[in-house]
């Protein structure tokens, strides 16, 4: 059974800085890999979506990478802004479940101004 | 414009009651999906339809029933068999194996 983790759980960081949100995932088999932002009491805007035959994505200030054979993706924010301060998770579609994605539990991101 | 919808946004139920979360979507998407979603923890799947009048459990299926009679509905109903109903509830659908587009959700609190 697949399982996600991501680390840390939750992250404080001064306005500017780069950082670097970890996901990890047991079963290399994935058909896909999303990124999503979520806000508080919010539903979930997706941000990127690396297919298994993919390293990486890019949008704006947002770069994914995925390492499929270590079970291991990355979620690099450049620049960071107050705005960035939300929960990001991250959720892998397996190859035999249709599109069901497994979650991970989250990074709670706070960029302090 | 297009997108999801989910409602009522808060619900209240006493326990014992069944309850049914509405979500439709007007994208024209073949697949929908239902999650829950607990205190500081990530989405569990409860079913997902890939394709009307036809649905599959997910990890957590058990107090929960849904239908797909049509295309654009996906309704979830709580049961009162389901144990541990106060969540927060995700609607969400994709065209295919693409993008997962989410719903604003629905907080659900049985007392």
């Known amino acids: 059974k697949q399982e996600v983790t991501q680390i840390p759980a939750a992250l404080s960081v001064p306005e500017g800085e780069n950082l670097v949100l970890n996901c990890s995932f047991t079963?290399?088999?994935?058909?896909?890999l999303q990124w999503f932002r979520q806000d508080p009491g919010k539903g979930l805007t997706s941000l990127l979506l690396?297919?298994?035959?993919?390293r990486e994505q890019t949008s704006g200030r947002l770069n994914a990478s995925l390492d499929k054979s270590s079970g291991r993706s990355t979620l690099y924010i450049a620049a960071s802004q107050p705005g960035d301060s939300a929960t990001y998770l991250c959720?892998?579609?397996?190859?035999?479940?249709?599109?069901?994605?497994?979650f991970g539990g989250g990074t709670r991101l706070m960029v302090k101004p | 414009d297009g997108g999801i919808t989910q409602s009522p946004k808060y619900l209240f139920r006493k326990e014992g009651q069944n309850v049914t979360l509405s979500c439709e979507q007007n994208?024209?998407?073949?697949?929908m999906y239902w999650y829950r979603q607990d205190p500081g923890q990530g989405l569990r799947l409860i079913y997902y339809?890939?394709?009307?009048?036809?649905?599959q459990k997910g990890d957590i299926a058990e107090g929960y029933s849904v239908s797909r009679e049509k295309k654009e509905s996906f309704p979830l109903t709580v049961t009162s068999a389901q144990k541990n109903p106060t969540a927060f509830y995700l609607c969400?659908?994709?065209?295919?194996?693409?993008?997962?587009?989410f719903g604003p959700g629905t907080r659900l609190t049985v007392t």
């Open positions: 969400a659908s994709s065209i295919g194996t693409g993008w997962q587009y």
């Open positions: 690396i297919q298994s035959s993919q």
């Open positions: 959720a892998v579609s397996d190859n035999n479940a249709g599109n069901m994605l497994t």
């Open positions: 079963d290399s088999a994935i058909y896909n």
């Open positions: 339809s890939q394709i009307v009048n036809d649905f």
């Open positions: 994208l024209n998407h073949d697949a």
